[in-house]
């Protein structure tokens, strides 16, 4: 299984970008799909946004800015971002779980990242 992140580059303050996700191989079903990232310095990756049957959680740091979504037929989420602001830099990093259709055991995997910065 490949999770495969696009989307990220440089904006203005006030600007916004969408990062997409998409998982591809030996895929039966994923549970969750989310947007982490890590922000410059940061010692850890912290939960952006996070889906699970269709009902989405965003973090408190960016809600009403961000939304997320899914297509559950091409195996993707998306991260739209609007109204960025320098704290918004970071790495953002696409996450999923998934294992098999009859509910056993769930596996995490991670994509390699996508850099979003916002200039001041």
């Known amino acids: 299984v490949q999770l495969v992140e696009s989307g990220g580059g440089s904006v203005q303050t006030g600007g916004s970008l969408t990062l997409s996700c998409a998982a591809s191989g030996s895929i039966q079903r994923i549970t969750t799909m989310s947007w982490y990232r890590q922000g410059p310095g940061k010692p850890r990756r912290e939960l952006v946004a996070?889906?699970?049957?269709?009902?989405?959680t965003i973090s408190d740091d960016v809600k009403g800015r961000f939304t997320i979504s899914r297509d559950y037929v091409k195996n993707t989420a998306d991260l739209q971002m609007n109204s960025l602001n320098p704290e918004d830099t970071a790495v953002y990093y696409c996450?999923?779980?998934?294992?098999?259709?009859?509910?056993?055991?769930?596996?995490?995997?991670w994509g390699q990242g996508t850099q979003v910065t916002v200039d001041s």
């Open positions: 996450y999923a779980l998934i294992g098999p259709i009859d509910g056993g055991y769930e596996y995490d995997y």
């Open positions: 996070t889906i699970t049957d269709n009902e989405p």
